[in-house]
């Protein structure tokens, strides 16, 4: 592990974990952002996202792609991984995983910006692909934000 990130406290990194099915944030790990002076983008795409139908019990599948601007604190993509897989027997609709995903993040590492999109496979024949993003109240990634959220175009 590199010797910056020794000394930060992180659980998950280079270690055995146990892979948890039910919802946990609680795994969630950040580390110190070495740049927090420079806005730049960072980006996860998680393609292998599973949460069961609230409704059916049925599992749904999805692309998760995190992209974020750091403010001091960044997640650590173990952690990350470890809490997109306890999504696996826990049961929300398509929009409130993509909520809950980006409001915990928030909550983890308050970052300047951020977005969460979910590309859900069909089912029943439609495709949902909720949107969500976050800017700084009172700073200039709030209008970015408003104006990503009036201008997005799933892809």
């Known amino acids: 592990m590199d010797n910056l990130r020794k000394n930060e406290g992180l659980q998950a990194l280079g270690q055995d974990k146990p892979i948890i ?3 946990a944030p609680e795994v969630l790990e950040t580390f110190q952002n070495q740049h927090p002076e420079n806005d730049y983008w960072v980006r996860f795409n998680c393609p292998e996202f599973t949460t069961l139908c609230p409704i059916t019990g049925q599992p749904d599948f999805a692309e998760i792609r995190i992209c974020y601007i750091p403010g001091e604190r960044m997640v ?3 952690s990350l991984k470890l809490y997109l897989f306890s999504f696996r027997n826990h049961g929300d609709f398509h929009e409130d995983c ?13 970052p300047k910006y951020i977005e969460v999109i979910g590309l859900f496979t069909p089912r029943g024949g439609i495709s949902i692909y909720p949107f969500a993003n976050y800017g700084k109240p009172g700073t200039k990634y709030e209008k970015i934000a408003e104006e990503r959220l009036f201008n ?3 892809r």
């Open 21 to 23: 099915t039910n919802y």
């Open 98 to 110: 993509v909520n809950t995903i980006m409001k915990d993040l928030i909550q983890l590492m308050d």
């Open 76 to 78: 650590e993509s173990k």
């Open 152 to 154: 997005h175009e799933q």
